[in-house]
Nanobody, 122 residues
């Protein structure tokens, strides 16, 4: 069983930075596809979560257009943790950020963390 625990969210002013962490247990982070998703305020369904950044088993990363140049996803294999460094934050980055672990692209039984709230004020 894969378990994901996020941390690092909180309130921040526009232009500030946050680093989110996702501690993974039950599977090596290098052996699973990891991603960070955002659920915007007022949206409640899991399907409404949007991919912000992902990192494959081969270490290749991908980003939403809104995150390119500002966010960086990385992983620490020794700590079995995935990070999302978020810089130059904007109010529209506000939401609940979820860590996701998938065995393959489109995995319908992927794993989710409990989420961490990020609130960016103008």
């Amino acid at each position: 069983q894969v378990r994901l625990v996020e941390s690092g969210g909180g309130p921040v002013q526009a232009g500030g930075s946050l680093r989110l962490s996702c501690l993974v247990s039950g599977r090596d982070v290098s052996a699973i596809i990891m991603g960070w998703y955002r659920q915007a305020p007022g949206q409640w369904r899991e399907l409404q979560r949007e991919l912000v950044a992902g990192i494959g088993m081969d270490g290749v990363t991908n980003y939403a257009d809104s995150a390119k140049g500002r966010f960086t996803i990385s992983r620490d294999n020794a700590e079995n943790t995935v990070y999302l460094q978020m810089n130059s934050l904007k109010p529209e980055d506000t939401g609940v950020y979820y860590c996701n672990a998938a065995r393959w692209v489109g995995d319908r039984k992927s794993y989710w963390g409990q989420g961490t709230q990020v609130t960016v004020s103008a």
